[in-house]
């Protein structure tokens, strides 16, 4: 059966940068899951911006463990997170549990030790969840999106957005 609840990420905050990195460690969370498309860089991109690059290297730094799962068909994500030194996962086709749990085998990682970072309650949240992942919602980045995201997903989520303010906090969400 399936319950509302699993809509609901456990923090909601506007970027990445956002992501108070120490209060995860104490949550005792050392590894990330991160989508890729909107979250990390714009949808069609072919690199994040150098802040993102700047961030992904000082998490690792702090002795986080990375792995990015997309729904991306595009090989070339392949390449790009080779260059970052981040393994990956494409054609995820989150929410399914299979790419959370292959993310958790390449990083050597629990699932009480793990956070998911995404732009999308249908995908990321609801993946991370079904897992017992501790999810962390942000807003997604200017850019194009797939069409089924645009017209199916971003409307829904719209409806949602309110109710996980309420119930978590967090800030509102641009364009929302």
């Not at 949808?43 to 961030?55: D, K, L, T």
Request: proline share 6%; charged share 30%.
């Amino acid at each position: 059966m399936f319950s509302f609840s699993l809509l609901y990420p456990e923090l909601y905050v506007p970027s990445l940068f956002d992501i108070d990195l120490e209060a995860l460690r104490k949550k005792g969370i050392n590894s990330l899951i991160i989508d890729l498309d909107n979250t990390i860089m714009p949808r069609g991109a072919r690199r994040p911006e150098q802040a993102v690059e700047e961030w992904l290297s000082r998490v690792r730094e702090q002795g986080f463990r990375l792995c990015i799962v997309s729904n991306s068909r595009d090989s070339s994500v392949r390449e790009l997170t080779h260059r970052l030194g981040v393994p990956v996962i494409i054609r995820a086709v989150k929410p399914r549990r299979r790419p959370f749990v292959r993310a958790l085998e390449l990083m050597g990682a629990t699932r009480e030790e793990t956070a998911v970072i995404g732009d999308q309650i249908f995908t990321d949240v609801l993946g991370g969840n079904r897992l017992g992942l501790y999810t962390i919602l942000i807003d997604p980045l200017d850019g194009k999106e797939f069409i089924g995201t645009r017209l199916i997903s971003r409307p829904l989520e719209r409806l949602f957005l309110p109710r996980i303010k309420k119930r978590i906090g967090g800030k509102t969400r641009r364009g929302a």
